[in-house]
C-alpha cells in the first residue's frame, strides 16, 4: 500500500503545484537556516580525533597566583611552565607524553629566484606524532634520541613540502631555517583536526602547523613562543634562562593514558609532584590539577562558542515557525479534500489508512523539503563564508559532509511528518456522510 | 441479510433533540431490489448512511449478512463496507484526477487485493458497464451516464452482496437515466440485492418492493399500494 500512497501523494503535489511548492519552500527554508548552524555547532563541537579521544589528557597544573585565580572560580591555567613541561616530560610516568609549543621560523630555500619565506612551526617531542595520529605522506616522525641530542631534523607539511621540492620525497635532504641546516626526517600527510585540540589557546580552528621540530632544538636556539604567554609574577631578568626558569606559563603538555586507574594514578603522580614543588617554594595555592580527556577539554574551554548556541536556538525556533506555516497550509490541503477523504471513507479506507496516505504524502513533501532545505543550507554556509571570509579556517567551518546532507532530509522528513500530524488527525476525523451528502 | 430492529437516531444540538429515525425496523431478503421514497427530512439519507455503516446510530440493532454492527470498531466497520456494501451516488463521486480503471480500483486497493486479480475484476465490471474502451479516460472526458455507470463499475467490483443507491439517475437526462436503471435491474437479476433511494415514482414502481418513509420511520411497506394511492 505504501506504493500506492506514494502514487496518490505524487498525483496530489501535481494537482496542487502552488499550495505543494509553497509547502516546499516552508520546510526548505526552515531546514536552510537550522541546518546552517547545525552545521556550524557539529563541525565546531566534533571530535577532531574520535579514536582516541578518551586516551589522551590535556594537562593543567595550578602553580598560579596565590590570591587570584588564573581564571575564576577556580581554574587552573591553560598551559603549564617550561620548569613543569619538561620534568614530567623528563619523568615519563605517562605511556606517553608530549610537550610542544607554537613558533615562527623563515626557510631559507636553496634554489635560485626562491625568496625565504616564514612559515608557523611548532617545537615538541617526538612523541607528538604518534600520540596525534599524524599520517605521513614521505619518512616518519624523528626519534627519542633525536630529542636528548637535540638533532636538528624536521618534519615538514605537504605545502611547504611541494613549495620546497615539488611535492617529492625529501626525507635526507636538509632545510635551512633561520640559518640552520635541518636534515628532513618525514612529510606530513593532509592533516588538519578540527578544532585544533593539541592547542586551542592559540586558535582552535586555525590551521595545523608547517614544520615541526625537535623542543630541545628551539630551546636551545631560545626560540620564544609565537602563542600566548601568561605570567602571574614579573620575570625577574629578561634573559631566556630567566624566562625559563620562570612561572609563565607558555607550553602545552598532553599524556596518554589508558583507563581510570591509569588517569587516577597520573592525576596522583601530578599532585605529588606539586607537593614537592610546594616544599621547594613554588606552587602557593591549594593543590588544583586537572586531567581532561580531549572532549572534556574542548567543552572546559568553551571551543563552541555560545553566540553560536544562541543561534542554533534561534534557527530551531526558525525551524518551528516554518512547521507551523506547513502546518497551516497542510490543513488547507487536507480540507480541500474532505471530499475525496469522505469517498475513501466510504469506499472502505479506515482512518489508519486514511492517516498513511496522508503521512506519506507529507513524507514525500518532507523529502523534497530536504533536499532544497541542503540547497538552501549551501547557500546560508555561503553567506556565512562571505561574511567571515577574512578568517583563514572560515572554509573548515562551512563546510557540508555526507553525515549532515543526510541529517537535513531526515530532519526535514521528520519536520514534515510532525507537521503533517495534526492536519492528518483531522483527516482521520472527516466524517464521510457528511461529505457525500446523502451517502 | 440486512435486518434493522427499532434502531433510533437522534441528532443532539446544545438545544436541540432531533429524531431522524424513531424505532426504524426493516428487513432486506438477498436478491430484493427495493425502492425507499418519502419526502425532504424523513430520514431517508440517515435510514442510507446507517445501512452503510457510514453514520452510528443511537439505538436498536443492526445485523449486516449476519453480523451485529453494534459494538465493530472502525477497522471492522471500514473491512465490512468495503466487502459488503457498493454505493452508487447521485453525483457519481468519482476521484477526478483518476482514470477509470484508477477509480474503479480504489475499493480494490483496500481489500488488498493482489495486482492481476484487481485488474481481472476491473476488466470485467468495466466491460459489464460496457466502457471497456474507456478505462483510461478521465471522469471529465465522459458524459453523465458513463460517469455514472464507472461508478456502478467500482461499486461492483469488490462483488458486495448488496448496493445502495442514491439518487443514481437524478443528475442525468431520461435517456441516460433509463439506461442505468436497466444495467441496475440487470444486475439485480443477477443476483445482487439493491437498495435505492428515489424521488421518481416511475422508477420507485420498478423496484420489487418499496418503503415510504415519514417523520423517521417506515409509513408504507408495500410498494404497490402507495404508489398507486399516490398516482391516483
Not at chain 1, 181 to 209: A, C, H, I, M
Not at chain 1, 253 to 268: F, K, M, N, P, Q
Not at chain 2, 131 to 152: D, K, M, N, T
Not at chain 2, 162 to 177: H, K, V, Y
Amino acid at each position: 500500500m505504501i506504493s500506492y500512497y506514494a502514487k496518490l501523494g505524487l498525483l496530489s503535489i501535481r494537482q496542487n503545484p502552488v499550495l505543494s511548492a509553497l509547502m516546499v519552500a516552508a520546510i526548505a527554508t526552515g531546514i536552510g537556516a537550522c541546518m546552517t548552524i547545525v552545521n556550524i555547532d557539529y563541525v565546531m563541537s566534533g571530535n577532531p580525533i574520535p579514536h582516541r579521544s578518551s586516551l589522551l589528557y590535556h594537562v593543567q597544573l595550578d602553580s598560579w597566583d596565590p590570591y587570584e585565580a588564573a581564571e575564576e572560580p577556580n581554574e587552573p591555567p591553560d598551559q603549564v611552565t617550561y620548569l613543569d613541561g619538561t620534568a614530567l616530560l623528563k619523568a615519563g610516568k605517562a605511556r606517553r607524553q608530549v610537550l610542544s609549543y607554537r613558533t615562527g621560523r623563515v626557510i631559507q630555500p636553496d634554489g635560485d629566484g626562491q625568496l625565504p619565506f616564514q612559515v608557523s612551526s611548532r617545537s615538541t617531542s617526538a612523541d607528538f606524532f604518534s600520540m596525534f595520529d599524524v599520517p605521513f605522506l614521505y619518512g616518519s616522525a624523528w626519534d627519542k634520541a633525536a630529542d636528548d641530542s637535540a638533532a636538528y631534523v624536521v618534519v615538514l607539511g605537504r605545502e611547504v613540502n611541494e613549495q620546497l621540492f615539488g611535492g617529492q620525497d625529501p626525507v635526507g635532504r636538509n632545510v635551512v631555517m633561520n640559518g640552520d641546516t635541518y636534515r628532513v626526517t618525514g612529510v606530513l600527510d593532509n592533516w588538519q583536526p578540527t578544532p585544533k585540540f593539541y592547542d586551542v589557546s592559540n586558535q582552535s580552528f586555525g590551521e595545523v602547523e608547517e614544520v615541526y621540530f625537535p623542543l630541545s632544538v628551539s630551546i636551545a636556539e631560545e626560540l620564544s613562543s609565537s602563542g600566548n604567554t601568561n605570567c602571574w609574577k614579573p620575570v625577574p631578568e629578561t634573559t631566556w634562562q630567566a624566562f625559563l626558569n620562570s612561572e609563565c606559563v607558555w607550553m602545552q603538555l598532553w599524556v596518554e593514558l589508558h583507563g581510570e586507574t591509569e588517569r587516577s594514578d597520573y592525576l596522583a603522580y601530578l599532585d605529588a609532584y606539586v607537593e614537592s614543588q610546594k616544599a621547594i617554594g613554588r606552587f602557593p595555592r591549594p593543590l588544583n590539577n586537572r586531567l581532561y580527556n580531549v572532549m572534556e577539554w574542548m567543552q572546559n574551554q568553551e571551543v563552541v562558542e555560545s553566540d553560536v548556541k544562541v543561534l542554533l536556538g534561534l534557527a530551531v525556533l526558525f525551524l518551528v515557525v516554518c512547521l507551523l506555516n506547513t502546518i497551516g497550509l497542510l490543513l488547507a490541503k487536507i480540507m480541500r479534500r474532505a471530499g475525496d477523504i469522505g469517498l475513501r471513507r466510504a469506499l472502505g479506507a479506515s482512518r489508519n489508512a486514511v492517516f498513511a496516505q496522508y503521512i506519506v504524502e507529507a513524507g514525500l513533501i518532507g523529502i523534497v523539503g530536504g533536499v532544497a532545505g541542503i540547497g538552501m543550507t549551501m547557500l546560508g554556509l555561503q553567506g556565512i563564508r562571505i561574511l567571515y571570509g577574512e578568517f583563514d579556517f572560515i572554509d573548515r567551518l562551512v563546510h557540508l559532509d555526507w553525515i549532515m546532507m543526510s541529517t537535513a532530509i531526515i530532519l526535514a522528513i521528520v519536520s514534515a511528518l510532525a507537521a503533517a500530524l495534526y492536519p492528518t488527525w483531522r483527516a482521520c476525523g472527516i466524517h464521510p456522510a457528511s461529505q457525500l451528502k446523502s451517502l | 441479510m440486512l435486518n434493522m430492529k427499532d434502531v433510533s437516531k437522534i441528532y443532539r444540538t446544545e438545544s436541540v433533540e432531533t429524531h431522524a429515525l424513531r424505532e426504524f425496523s426493516f428487513d432486506v431478503d438477498e436478491g430484493e431490489f427495493i425502492s425507499v421514497t418519502g419526502p425532504s427530512g424523513s430520514g431517508k439519507t440517515t435510514f442510507l448512511n446507517i445501512a452503510g455503516l457510514l453514520e452510528e446510530f443511537s439505538g436498536g440493532t443492526y445485523e449486516l449478512d449476519g453480523c451485529n454492527v453494534t459494538n465493530l470498531n472502525d477497522r471492522e466497520r471500514s473491512r465490512l463496507r468495503n466487502e459488503k456494501i457498493g454505493f452508487i451516488f447521485q453525483s457519481f463521486n468519482l476521484i477526478p484526477e483518476l482514470d477509470v480503471f484508477d477509480n474503479v480500483d480504489v475499493p480494490l486497493r483496500y481489500r488488498k487485493f493482489s495486482s492481476a486479480e484487481r485488474r481481472k475484476r476491473i476488466d470485467r465490471v468495466i466491460d459489464l458497464v460496457g466502457l471497456g474502451s474507456r478505462a483510461h479516460h478521465l471522469p471529465s472526458q465522459l458524459s453523465g451516464g458513463q460517469q455514472q455507470r464507472v461508478a456502478i463499475a467500482r461499486a461492483l467490483a469488490g462483488e458486495p452482496r448488496f448496493l445502495l443507491a442514491d439518487e443514481p439517475t437524478g443528475n442525468l437526462d431520461s435517456q441516460m437515466a433509463e439506461s442505468v436503471m436497466e444495467l441496475l435491474e440487470d444486475i439485480n437479476r443477477n443476483g445482487t440485492t439493491i437498495i435505492m433511494v428515489t424521488h421518481e415514482k416511475n422508477l420507485a414502481k420498478r423496484a420489487r418492493r418499496n418503503i415510504f418513509m415519514r417523520d423517521g420511520c417506515v409509513s408504507n411497506n408495500d410498494s404497490a399500494l402507495h404508489l398507486a394511492a399516490s398516482s391516483a
